[in-house]
């Protein structure tokens, strides 16, 4: 079956709320986005410059233009302001920003003119630590990764599989296309899963109390 994959861009007629926008912004600032909205967030980048901002902009090696976020990908993020303007829809992409880069965010929709503020989370992290000492005192480890393209990381499964291995624990290794809390109990004999596919899948791994973390909170494991 053929995949195409089509770039769609909004288009508006006026920024809704601009000016209670500019109200907030401090002097410098980050601005990122996601696809739908690059051309609108160009438009903003340029009439923040003319009114005398210091914008900033990022952009990721995974990603096609610079801005552009992914919710599993915010690095267009890491750039040296303390504040961020995401430019879009909703809280999934602007609330990885805050809490993987410890940076306040704000969140402006050009479609409703809706402005809300994210500060960074210091429970976010606490409850991430939380998870890699039960990791680390876990006898019985499962590695599970999916088949889907962007989620496969089976030769970083391998190299944690060895890591864990020497610490005496048992490890066994399972490969999938859809990522099934629900399925791992059928393995009650695992007393902790790590999870080798999307990053974002620790928030379902939080709001379910699972005993899983997702691979890439492994470089905090000690």
Same mark, same amino acid.
């Given at each position: 079956?053929?995949?195409?994959?089509?770039?769609?861009?909004?288009?508006?007629?006026?920024?809704?709320?601009?000016?209670?926008?500019?109200?907030?912004?401090?002097? #410098?600032?980050?601005?990122?986005?996601?696809?739908?909205?690059?051309?609108?967030?160009?438009?903003?980048?340029? #009439?923040?410059?003319?009114?005398?901002?210091?914008?900033?902009?990022?952009? &990721?090696?995974?990603?096609?233009?610079?801005?552009?976020?992914?919710?599993?990908?915010?690095?267009?993020?890491?750039?040296?302001?303390?504040?961020?303007? =995401?430019?879009?829809?909703?809280?999934?992409?602007?609330?990885?920003?805050?809490?993987?880069?410890?940076?306040?965010?704000?969140?402006? &929709?050009?479609?409703?003119? !809706?402005?809300?503020?994210?500060?960074?989370?210091?429970? =976010?992290?606490?409850?991430?630590?939380?998870?890699?000492?039960?990791?680390?005192? &876990?006898?019985?480890?499962?590695?599970?990764?999916?088949?889907?393209?962007?989620?496969?990381?089976?030769?970083?499964?391998?190299?944690?599989?060895?890591?864990?291995? !020497?610490?005496?624990?048992?490890?066994?290794?399972?490969?999938?296309?859809?990522?099934?809390?629900?399925? =791992?109990?059928?393995?009650?004999?695992?007393?902790?899963?790590?999870?080798?596919?999307?990053?974002?899948?620790?928030?379902?791994?939080?709001?379910?109390?699972?005993?899983?973390?997702?691979?890439?909170?492994?470089?905090?494991?000690?």
């Amino acid at each position: 079956m053929d995949i195409y994959y089509i770039e769609i861009r909004y288009r508006i007629n006026e920024l809704k709320n601009f000016n209670k926008l500019l109200d907030i912004l401090p002097k #410098e600032i980050g601005v990122t986005t996601t696809l739908q909205f690059l051309d609108i967030a160009q438009i903003i980048k340029e #009439e923040l410059s003319k009114r005398g901002y210091i914008v900033h902009i990022g952009k &990721s090696p995974y990603m096609e233009y610079s801005m552009q976020v992914l919710g599993c990908d915010p690095l267009a993020a890491n750039i040296p302001v303390d504040t961020i303007l =995401f430019i879009g829809e909703g809280l999934f992409h602007p609330t990885e920003i805050a809490r993987r880069f410890d940076k306040k965010v704000i969140v402006y &929709s050009p479609l409703t003119g !809706d402005i809300k503020v994210l500060s960074p989370d210091p429970i =976010f992290m606490k409850r991430i630590y939380i998870l890699l000492n039960k990791l680390k005192s &876990s006898k019985v480890v499962g590695l599970v990764t999916s088949v889907k393209p962007g989620q496969y990381f089976y030769n970083e499964l391998l190299y944690w599989k060895k890591i864990l291995k !020497d610490e005496n624990k048992d490890v066994y290794l399972f490969i999938t296309d859809n990522i099934d809390f629900d399925e =791992f109990q059928n393995f009650p004999q695992i007393e902790f899963w790590v999870v080798f596919a999307c990053p974002r899948l620790i928030d379902d791994i939080l709001n379910r109390k699972i005993n899983a973390i997702t691979h890439f909170y492994l470089r905090y494991y000690r």
